[in-house]
């Protein structure tokens, strides 16, 4: 009989969703990290200008209020380094309201420092292209409106220092320096922010890639189930009713006198039996998320009773079996963990039917299972394709299903399969699961 076991379903729909989610919380999450940093060379380089135009340039700034500003945005970085190292969820809102406050911390020194004359005003700029990068549209208008409003006020109100700006006199007046050296100041912030942000969007869009796939294998996994299910429920009548015939035949005087032709009703019998108990167990498991009354075994019990079951099943010629598991964690059987490792060991019985083996341990928080054979083993170009849809060596239409399947329960528990050729010959697949995604309270599926 097959082992008590229970499935857990998520619509493809729910995870598409999830993973993008995630995936665009990670980019903003980085992307905040380039702010923090860029705000850390804004706040020494403030510190820096500040020296250089207080005692070099001999002129008079207003040190206690500009320094003050400088201090608090040091604070605002250091609460915002230890608060989204709480908290990595960063939104668009946050993002937003770290360039307002850097805008407007930029247009309270420059207010102090000369207004519309300091050269400086070209940082201005860099706020405005990099909120355009890393906000959507609306937000980067935002930034830009504000950042036009502040200049415009300074044009209104020049603040207490005047700065004498002759662009006429070439490189040796102090204006056209500190333009220049704003310019060059600029230029580099964005080829190496730009840079570096640019990496960060390249590797989020590699990333939905990724998750756009698998919601796609996501779906055809679930076409194929719709597929299994209703083919069970067209399958259970007829399975019934060769069943009643068998087992009337075996009755009858002309098979009971033969003993040979009994037997070999006998075990049409059997098997007809244990088709008729496969397409009840994917009625079963059809739809339903969770037993209410799950059976809990050992980790070693359970891959016991499956190789039991695969075994009596199949029949190999040879099958060596070696459980090293030394731990008696409590799991739940699950259908899939099931089917996962018997697709595995059947392609390697059918490239090897006389000999195969199978080992089980744990290392450290990981279970692995190791199915070798003797076959041929693996074409290159099928060590590259393995996991995907319709990928089979036997050059069959509408074969190669089965790893494919068994990757992606694979990847919904958090771990992964692995496939290579053996030196002197053969195959191995290993396939590695996280143990805690084995426990009865846990759900490989959940959010």
């Given at each position: 009989m097959p082992m008590q076991t229970h499935t857990r379903l998520r619509p493809p729909d729910g995870l598409r969703r999830r993973l993008r989610a995630a995936a665009g919380l990670l980019t903003d999450n980085r992307s905040m990290q380039q702010l923090i940093?860029?705000?850390?060379?804004?706040?020494?380089?403030?510190?820096?200008?500040?020296?250089?135009?207080?005692?070099?340039?001999?002129?008079?700034?207003?040190?206690?209020?500009?320094?003050?500003?400088?201090?608090?945005?040091?604070?605002?970085?250091?609460?915002?380094?230890?608060?989204?190292?709480?908290?990595?969820?960063?939104?668009?809102?946050?993002?937003?309201?770290?360039?307002?406050?850097?805008?407007?911390?930029?247009?309270?020194?420059?207010?102090?420092?000369?207004?519309?004359?300091?050269?400086?005003?070209?940082?201005?700029?860099?706020?405005?292209?990099?909120?355009?990068?890393?906000?959507?549209?609306?937000?980067?208008?935002?930034?830009?409106?504000?950042?036009?409003?502040?200049?415009?006020?300074?044009?209104?109100?020049?603040?207490?220092?005047?700065?004498?700006?002759?662009?006429?006199?070439?490189?040796?007046?102090?204006?056209?320096?500190?333009?220049?050296?704003?310019?060059?100041?600029?230029?580099?912030?964005l080829v190496v922010f730009i840079g570096r942000i640019g990496s960060i969007l390249r590797e989020r869009d590699a990333r939905l890639a990724g998750l756009r796939q698998r919601a796609a294998e996501e779906e055809h996994i679930v076409r194929m189930g719709l597929l299994a299910s209703g083919a069970a429920h067209e399958l259970g009548t007829p399975l019934s009713t060769l069943a009643v015939i068998l087992g009337d035949w075996q009755h009858l005087p002309h098979f009971t006198s033969d003993p040979e032709l009994l037997h070999d009703v006998s075990e049409m019998q059997t098997q007809v039996l244990r088709c008729k108990a496969i397409v009840t167990g994917i009625l079963h498991s059809a739809g339903e998320t969770r037993a209410e009354s799950p059976h809990e075994m050992s980790l070693s019990e359970c891959i016991d009773e499956m190789v039991d079951i695969w075994r009596r099943s199949r029949l190999p010629h040879l099958l060596s079996f070696d459980n090293r598991i030394n731990t008696d964690l409590a799991i739940i059987a699950d259908t899939g963990l099931q089917q996962m490792l018997f697709n595995v060991m059947d392609n390697a019985m059918e490239a090897s039917p006389r000999w195969l083996s199978l080992e089980a341990e744990c290392v450290e928080d990981m279970l692995v299972l190791q199915v070798s054979d003797n076959g041929p083993g693996f074409r290159a170009d099928m060590l590259e394709r393995l996991g995907k849809p319709f990928q089979s060596s036997k050059d069959v239409p509408g074969r190669g299903l089965g790893l494919f399947l068994s990757f992606n329960v694979a990847r919904a528990f958090g771990g992964s399969i692995h496939a290579s050729n053996k030196p002197a010959g053969g195959a191995r697949v290993t396939i590695t699961l996280p143990l805690h995604a084995l426990t009865a309270d846990a759900d490989p599926y959940d959010d």
């Amino acid at each position: 009989m097959p082992m008590q076991t229970h499935t857990r379903l998520r619509p493809p729909d729910g995870l598409r969703r999830r993973l993008r989610a995630a995936a665009g919380l990670l980019t903003d999450n980085r992307s905040m990290q380039q702010l923090i940093l860029l705000r850390w060379i804004a706040v020494f380089g403030q510190l820096l200008v500040i020296g250089m135009i207080h005692v070099w340039a001999g002129i008079s700034l207003p040190l206690h209020t500009m320094l003050s500003i400088a201090g608090g945005q040091a604070l605002f970085n250091v609460f915002s380094v230890y608060y989204w190292r709480q908290h990595s969820d960063v939104s668009e809102r946050a993002l937003l309201l770290s360039f307002l406050t850097d805008v407007a911390a930029l247009t309270a020194q420059l207010y102090l420092s000369g207004g519309l004359a300091n050269p400086f005003m070209l940082l201005y700029l860099l706020q405005i292209v990099l909120a355009a990068v890393l906000l959507q549209p609306r937000s980067g208008w935002l930034v830009t409106l504000v950042s036009f409003a502040c200049m415009a006020a300074l044009a209104v109100w020049h603040g207490p220092i005047e700065l004498p700006a002759n662009p006429a006199a070439g490189l040796a007046n102090p204006y056209v320096q500190g333009l220049l050296l704003c310019f060059v100041l600029v230029a580099g912030l964005l080829v190496v922010f730009i840079g570096r942000i640019g990496s960060i969007l390249r590797e989020r869009d590699a990333r939905l890639a990724g998750l756009r796939q698998r919601a796609a294998e996501e779906e055809h996994i679930v076409r194929m189930g719709l597929l299994a299910s209703g083919a069970a429920h067209e399958l259970g009548t007829p399975l019934s009713t060769l069943a009643v015939i068998l087992g009337d035949w075996q009755h009858l005087p002309h098979f009971t006198s033969d003993p040979e032709l009994l037997h070999d009703v006998s075990e049409m019998q059997t098997q007809v039996l244990r088709c008729k108990a496969i397409v009840t167990g994917i009625l079963h498991s059809a739809g339903e998320t969770r037993a209410e009354s799950p059976h809990e075994m050992s980790l070693s019990e359970c891959i016991d009773e499956m190789v039991d079951i695969w075994r009596r099943s199949r029949l190999p010629h040879l099958l060596s079996f070696d459980n090293r598991i030394n731990t008696d964690l409590a799991i739940i059987a699950d259908t899939g963990l099931q089917q996962m490792l018997f697709n595995v060991m059947d392609n390697a019985m059918e490239a090897s039917p006389r000999w195969l083996s199978l080992e089980a341990e744990c290392v450290e928080d990981m279970l692995v299972l190791q199915v070798s054979d003797n076959g041929p083993g693996f074409r290159a170009d099928m060590l590259e394709r393995l996991g995907k849809p319709f990928q089979s060596s036997k050059d069959v239409p509408g074969r190669g299903l089965g790893l494919f399947l068994s990757f992606n329960v694979a990847r919904a528990f958090g771990g992964s399969i692995h496939a290579s050729n053996k030196p002197a010959g053969g195959a191995r697949v290993t396939i590695t699961l996280p143990l805690h995604a084995l426990t009865a309270d846990a759900d490989p599926y959940d959010d």
